[in-house]
């Protein structure tokens, strides 16, 4: 009986560590990551975004770049910038809801530049981003706020 619970514990172990590389591997621990690979270049994708947050009538609360801040000291890395994006609706409703949520605002869009010069968009989806908080109101705003963060991903990397 003993061997028998060994053999089983090291089946156990073995797939536990087969599968733990394809997580690894994706670079990305949230659930709810999309990753979005674009033809355009980074600055054509940072400029795309902004446009594509303000037509979905979000604001950008703020961004930041540490490939910008680099380059203005005069060293170059691959180009990656995040936007932080919400609207102050959004935000009220999120803090009736709960106040502990308040940490998650504002949600990020993260452009980062490949090695063949294209960049990616990626975002968590505001669902994923408010599940753990298990509160129907926030489930229902964040619901909305999938939709609308859609939309300005495929609006930001459409030709």
């Known amino acids: 009986m003993p ?27 949230y659930p709810g990551t999309r990753v979005i690979s674009s033809g355009k270049s980074f600055k054509v994708l940072f400029q ?10 979000m604001g950008i609360v703020g961004r930041a770049s540490a490939s910008m801040g680099a380059a203005r000291r005069g060293i170059e890395i691959p180009g990656n910038a995040v936007f932080g994006v919400y609207r102050n609706d959004f935000a009220v409703r999120m803090l009736r809801a709960n106040v502990a949520a308040g940490i998650e605002a504002p949600l990020r869009f993260y452009l980062t530049e490949a090695a063949d010069g294209t960049a990616r968009l990626i975002y968590r989806l505001p669902s994923a981003v408010f599940k753990p908080y298990g509160n129907a109101e ?19 990397v459409a030709d």
């Open 3 to 29: 061997r028998l619970r060994i053999l089983a514990l090291a089946g156990l172990l073995g797939l536990l560590t087969v599968a733990a590389p394809a997580i690894a591997d994706n670079g990305f621990p």
């Open 48 to 57: 795309a975004l902004d446009a594509a947050v303000r037509k979905h009538r």
């Open 138 to 156: 926030l489930n229902a705003m964040a619901g909305e706020l999938d939709e609308i963060f859609a939309r300005i991903a495929n609006d930001a």
